[in-house]
């Protein structure tokens, strides 16, 4: 398959950083970068559903090193790569929503990115599928690798929704269910066709290769043989708690106030609970499948022993915790991510508990490398702990959703503050389903405190134009996606 190449050197020596572009040579290690779309801790070897089918996930976690406890920056697409690309939080750029791209406002056009990075010091850079959000990545001005293969998206779909009309605007991606398709009918199955056709061709090394699958975001369209794993009859539910969010507050609902994604309570009306998470599993074995193509050829190349292999999810997805399907919150099921690390240097077979970001995959990857430290990245090396996996870590986990909106995760505990002031407290070692908010017990509040001086200091406003999933708070008035949210309105879907 033709390699399309579409980077010019002289772009990167525009960018406001100095970047040093040394002699390529092979002695570096080359980079698998596999990025997997709204998977949550339902694999395997992280053991967040007891049904789930993931053995070459599994396997590569047994090669490498897993992170048991690490979450993304942000739990929506856009924000959640910007901010691991650039090795930014959200809360330092302002990108919040599915838009904009950062190309698109001037004050973030000339950051460098991580495959950037990798460019300018040595490596030759293919990507294919989703690693920047939506089609991003693939612009002429500027371009973020030097080969693209396939985009991302759904490639085969039925003639009709299956899951039939749903709320918030009846969107066609909100779908979910079997219709007899193939695996080669997928573009997940065309994206790893592409990256197995580049290692089988040996591409010029040292190289960066980036690989984004597309499942199990909706719509949920797996091919039939990974329906059959998972027979509806025996599907188990995630662990529920009727009227969960009575002790969360109003504004707990700001960050995802009217979605395309349905309240549970329509999925159980709908008899589509059990169905959707059926759907859930069988895409994430096919995507499981796909990966393993992908290692697979690693290995028959010869060269995965002097390749560094990391596996990451954007952010997590409900489905039915919290009365919600989807993402956009600040609990565990949307910030836990499945985060492994394996190749040179990197112990086997070991797992950390510690918290770790998604942050922390720029300056990590720079350091195995061998590369020259970006210094005003904010996420931390995980060399130490990939090296020593008894190696502590002082810092915990901050994801942001939204203008000052942020979640504290350490070690045992969950630390929620919204923008209006309010907050929660889970205990995540006694209480992993955060069914207990303990913000009202005073003998709390001296950890209250210390979480919250992890809050981020200063929050960028959000960039504006197209408000998709942006939350504003402008002269005392909370306006979602442009429009505000009275007192007096009913939560969409559930009032």
């Known amino acids: 398959m033709a390699l399309v190449l579409l980077l010019g050197f002289s772009l990167l020596l525009s960018c406001k950083e100095d970047v040093k572009a040394p002699e390529k040579t092979a002695s570096k290690p080359n980079v698998l970068f596999i990025a997997v779309d709204d998977l949550n801790d339902w694999i395997g070897c992280l053991q967040g559903h007891p049904q789930i089918k993931t053995p070459n996930m599994d396997r590569l976690a047994a090669m490498g090193t897993l992170f048991t406890n690490a979450h993304t920056q942000s739990p929506i697409c856009n924000p959640s790569r910007t901010s691991l690309l650039t090795g930014y939080r959200p809360s330092t750029t302002g990108i919040y929503g599915l838009s904009p791209w950062i190309r698109q406002v001037p004050d973030l056009k000339d950051m460098v990115t991580l495959p950037q990075y990798f460019s300018a010091n040595g490596y030759a850079t293919y990507a294919t599928g989703k690693i920047f959000h939506g089609g991003y990545g693939k612009g002429k001005d500027p371009v973020e690798f030097d080969s693209l293969g ?30 007899g398709l193939k695996k080669e009918d997928t ?31 909706v719509p949920l369209f797996a091919p039939t043989e990974h329906f059959k794993k998972y027979p509806k009859d025996s599907v188990v539910m995630p662990p529920m708690l009727a009227n969960d969010r009575t002790d969360t507050p109003r504004s707990s609902w700001y960050n995802h106030w009217d979605v395309p994604e349905p309240r549970w309570k329509w999925f159980q009306e709908k008899k589509q609970d059990t169905l959707f998470v059926q759907a859930y599993l069988a895409s994430i074995s096919f995507v499981d499948d796909q990966v393993g193509r992908v290692l697979d050829a690693l290995e028959a190349s010869g060269q995965q022993d002097n390749t560094i292999i990391v596996l990451w999810s954007d952010h997590g997805f409900h489905l039915g915790e919290k009365e919600i399907s989807g993402k956009n919150t600040l609990w565990e099921r949307a910030t836990r991510v499945p985060l492994i690390f394996a190749g040179r240097g990197i112990g086997v077979g070991k797992r ?31 060399v130490p702990q990939l090296t020593d996996s008894e190696t502590p870590r002082p810092w915990p986990a901050i994801t942001t959703n939204n203008w000052n909106n942020h979640a504290v995760r350490t070690t045992n505990w969950r630390y929620i503050r919204y923008a209006d002031g309010e907050e929660e407290l889970y205990d995540m070692k006694n209480d992993p389903n955060e069914w207990e908010n303990r913000i009202d017990d005073q003998q709390l509040k001296p950890l209250v405190d210390s979480l919250a001086s992890w809050l981020p200091k200063e929050n960028h406003l959000p960039y504006t134009g197209n408000y998709q999933r942006v939350l504003e708070y402008k002269n005392d008035s909370i306006i979602w996606q442009g429009k505000a949210i009275e007192a007096s309105d009913p939560i969409p879907g559930l009032e």
């Not at 709320?167 to 219709?179: A, K, Q």
């Not at 430290?373 to 904010?378: A, G, N």
Request: charged fraction near 20%.
């Open 352 to 382: 950390y508990a510690e918290p770790v970001e998604l942050l922390d995959i720029y300056p990590t990857l720079n350091e195995l490398c061998g590369l020259p430290p970006k210094k005003d990245l904010e996420g931390h090396s995980l």
């Open 187 to 217: 573009q997940d199955y065309d994206i790893a066709s592409w990256a197995v056709d580049v290692l089988k061709n040996t591409p010029e090394e040292p190289y960066f290769l980036g690989v984004g699958f597309f499942l199990p975001h």
């Open 150 to 179: 396939p985009a991302s998206g759904v490639k085969t779909a039925p003639p009709k929704k299956l899951a039939g009309e749903t709320p918030g605007g009846n969107n066609p991606w909100v779908d979910w269910g079997d219709f």
